[in-house]
């Protein structure tokens, strides 16, 4: 029976695991585990923050949201924007996604916040219907926002105009098999892949490195939770 509860420190390589597989899914972003530690780091212990709830079944940890705390000066409350919200593919389609998302807003109504909001990709449409069976409705409003120049990577977060949309070839592959996950952003150590390699390029004779499998057993990664 798996049970919610609020992430702590030890957490957090748990963590950095399942962002690892939502940012590989994203339109916009890129997995880069020492700034998703460092995030996390500055979330999890500082309630003034935000919040990370965890899923843990059978002592592992296989789903995650974050609500991170916002002022409201309209309704003059607390509110939250829901972040990083990631059920392990192999255990999807059992309500876990579901279960956190109730836990979620529930901690927050009794906590006294106001409001939660929460991004999408704008074609996953088995998000969007996630979110409006659990009463989110979808706002008019549009998200702008500018990478400031500080931010001297370029790598966690992609360009918008350098988006996954455009580059088909970044498109992340799942054994169907095993639920291990081919990233082209990340390539594969075991089989040694390099970044960079799009799932067509990979060797006629490479299969999954954790259950062995044929390529052909790899359906495209969609986000859906
Ligand atoms: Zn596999």
Not at 23 to 32: A, G, I, L, R, W
Not at 57 to 65: D, N, W
Not at 83 to 103: F, K, N, T, W
Request: proline share 5%.
């Amino acid at each position: 029976m798996p049970t919610i509860r609020i992430a702590e420190p030890s957490d957090i390589d748990a963590c950095v695991r399942l962002l690892h597989l939502l940012f590989s899914q994203e339109h916009e972003f890129v997995p880069d585990s020492s700034k998703q530690v460092a995030g996390l780091e500055m979330i999890i212990g500082n309630p003034s923050t935000g919040t990370v709830f965890v899923c843990e079944s059978e002592g592992r940890i296989v789903g995650m949201v974050a609500l991170l705390n916002l002022v409201s000066t309209a309704l003059g409350k607390k509110v939250a924007m829901l972040e990083d919200m990631i059920v392990e593919p192999a255990l999807r389609g059992q309500g876990i996604g579901s279960q956190l998302l109730d836990y979620a807003c529930k901690w927050a109504n009794e906590n006294e916040y106001g409001r939660i909001t929460l991004l999408t990709d704008g074609d996953n449409d088995a998000a969007h219907r996630f979110y409006e069976t659990h009463g989110f409705s979808r706002s008019s409003m549009v998200a702008f926002r500018k990478f400031l120049e500080n931010d001297s990577t370029g790598g966690t977060v992609m360009n918008q105009t350098e988006s996954k949309q455009d580059k088909p070839e970044m498109q992340a592959w799942m054994c169907e098999e095993c639920g291990y996950i081919y990233d082209p952003a990340e390539g594969d150590l075991e089989t040694n892949i390099p970044p960079g390699v799009c799932f067509d390029k990979l060797p006629g004779d490479w299969c999954c490195p954790v259950c062995n499998g044929a390529m052909s057993q790899f359906k495209k990664f969609e986000s859906q939770l």
